[in-house]
């Protein structure tokens, strides 16, 4: 059926919604999960001086390692085997990027933009029309 579950964070609480869908499946089916974290620097680039830059893109981290270490804790808990990886670019590029044919995503509806779009978040929706795997989208208040 499914080689993987992959389940993307951006550290969020609606985020979360999805990947315990997605660990469930995956234990379900006793496959192994696969979470990212992609920093998406390139905003960032354009800030004047080398300081605020390294001091932003250290704060940037530290949130994708403390997002990642809930998504490792709630597989652990649900004996779920997983990888976790934080990545640079683009969101949904490098999510698909690390799907094949024969994974699934979950992800929720939306995340941490701050701007709920009226139906899905931009990842979210970028990942549904570019991916060649199954998407399973979470719908989240």
């Not at 993987?4 to 660990?23: F, N």
């Not at 949130?63 to 085997?81: F, I, M, S």
């Not at 949904?92 to 995503?105: M, P, Q, S, T």
């Not at 139906?119 to 970028?126: A, D, M, N, V, W």
């Amino acid at each position: 059926m499914y080689r993987k579950v992959i389940v993307p964070t951006d550290g969020s609480r609606v985020a979360r919604e999805g990947i315990l869908e997605g660990l469930k499946l995956a234990g379900s089916l006793e496959i192994p999960a696969y979470s990212v974290y992609v920093l998406d620097i390139d905003k960032y680039e354009q800030i004047k001086g080398d300081e605020v830059r390294k001091s932003e893109k250290r704060n940037m981290k530290k949130v994708a390692e403390k997002a990642l270490r809930w998504v490792r804790q709630r597989a652990h808990d649900l004996g779920v085997d997983i990888t976790t990886e934080i990545l640079i670019g683009e969101p949904y590029e490098k999510i698909l990027e690390n799907a094949g044919r024969d994974d699934v995503i979950y992800m929720s509806s939306h995340g941490a933009s701050g701007i709920k779009e009226i139906l899905l978040g931009s990842t979210t929706e970028r990942v549904l029309k570019n991916a060649e795997c199954t998407v399973t989208v979470v719908k989240s208040d």
